[in-house]
Each structure stands twice: as structure tokens, then as C-alpha cells.
């Protein structure tokens, strides 16, 4: 007698912030690890391989689970925010085999949720900014 769907009585959204979360949607390099803790709200992106002129485009739920604002680490500082669509543009360091980007909630960084993975090469990750 479980109901599992995402939509409610009234077929309205329930549950979404539990299937929200930052991803790419298009990737400079090819993605090793997509990563999202829901209590924390951290996130992590892990590309490898050679970087192309594209940036990297990631949706983020702002207005779920950021607002009103989130703070950036990455392996690149070359970034652009665009608030109107929730989409990060990223440009990975393109000197670098394994690039990662990490999004918190403002204030509120914590490496302890992340994955071995991201803990691995975060000594390459820097603050970058914090966007509202």
C-alpha cells in the first residue's frame, strides 16, 4: 500500500527535494563521480581525463537546497553563476587529469560527508567564491 510516486493527490510534486540535486548537464571531461549528500547538501562533481573549451554546465537547485546562498571549492576558479537558470558554468583547470567541484550551503562546508573519492584529490580543490 506504498506510494512511491512523486506526484501527490491532486498530482501535486511531493518529496522533490529528496530527487533534486546538482548534476551536470553537460561535461568538459568525462564524469568519474556525481555525488549528493541530501542532510548536508554537499555536492561533489569529479571529472577525468583531457579538459574541451566547453565549460562544464551544472544545474543547482537554489532554490531547494541553496538558498539564498552556496559556496564553491573547485580545481579551477573560472566560473560564472547564472541565477535566472540555477546553471553554473565551470571551466575546469584544463593542466589537470582529475578536476573536482565541490557545492555547499553557504557557511557550512564540511569534508567529513564526502566521499573517498572527492576526500582523495581535495588538497587540489580551493575556495572559489560564494554565489547568492
Not at 576558479?77 to 565541490?102: G, T
Amino acid at each position: 500500500m506504498e506510494n512511491y510516486s512523486l506526484l501527490g493527490p491532486n498530482r501535486k510534486p511531493r518529496n522533490i527535494d529528496v530527487v533534486t540535486r546538482p548534476y551536470p548537464m553537460r561535461s568538459s571531461s568525462e564524469p568519474t563521480l556525481l555525488f549528493f549528500d541530501i542532510d548536508s547538501k554537499h555536492a561533489s562533481i569529479i571529472l577525468k581525463g583531457k579538459v574541451c573549451e566547453a565549460p562544464t554546465i551544472i544545474y543547482i537547485p537554489y532554490d531547494i537546497h541553496y538558498f539564498p546562498e552556496f559556496t564553491v571549492w573547485a580545481t579551477s576558479s573560472e566560473m560564472k553563476w547564472d541565477k535566472e537558470n540555477f546553471l553554473l558554468y565551470w571551466y575546469p583547470a584544463k593542466n589537470q587529469e582529475i578536476n573536482q567541484i565541490i557545492i555547499a550551503p553557504g557557511g557550512k562546508y564540511n569534508a567529513e560527508v564526502l566521499p573517498s573519492p572527492a576526500k582523495d584529490i581535495i588538497s587540489k580543490t580551493t575556495f572559489t567564491s560564494t554565489f547568492s
